[in-house]
């Protein structure tokens, strides 16, 4: 018996909505004007209600640690590698000398080389 009170349900609700399909396709070849001026308010109605919904309660959440710190990593770090704006002053000898100072820093204090076992030779015929 519960079968069939599922086929009942499901025909109704196939029902209600090729009954909901047939009215709008009717109102928009009929009233056109209506139809899309009433989908635009409601449009209108369902962004202005998740933009209060997003603003009053999703926006104030308190941020968590992670991005504190990330937030901090980043300013810590634009802090470090800010460079001072050239004036129009300098000549281009200056400008040279900085960029050849530049060149020659270029190596990152935090990258090391690792001496591995150079005394031990690989042999070639072993392969």
């Known amino acids: 018996m519960p079968r069939n009170k599922m086929s009942v349900k499901s025909i109704l609700i196939y029902t209600l909505i090729g009954l909901a399909v047939i009215g709008i396709v009717s109102q928009l070849f009929t009233n056109t004007v209506n139809f899309f001026t009433s989908i635009f308010i409601t449009l209108g109605i369902g962004i202005a209600i998740f933009a209060v919904f997003y603003f ?3 926006r104030k959440r308190t941020p968590s640690n992670d991005m504190q710190k990330y937030k901090k990593a980043v300013k810590q770090s634009k802090a470090k590698y ?3 704006k050239a004036t129009h ?3 281009t000898a200056n400008r040279q000398q900085t960029q050849i100072k530049k060149k020659v820093n270029k190596r ?3 990258l090391r080389v690792i001496d591995g076992n ?3 030779k690989k042999d070639r ?3």
């Open 56 to 58: 009053v309660f999703l």
């Open 82 to 84: 800010k460079q001072p």
């Open 108 to 110: 990152a204090p935090h």
């Open 125 to 127: 015929a072993s392969f």
């Open 89 to 91: 002053q300098t000549t």
């Open 118 to 120: 150079k005394h031990k």
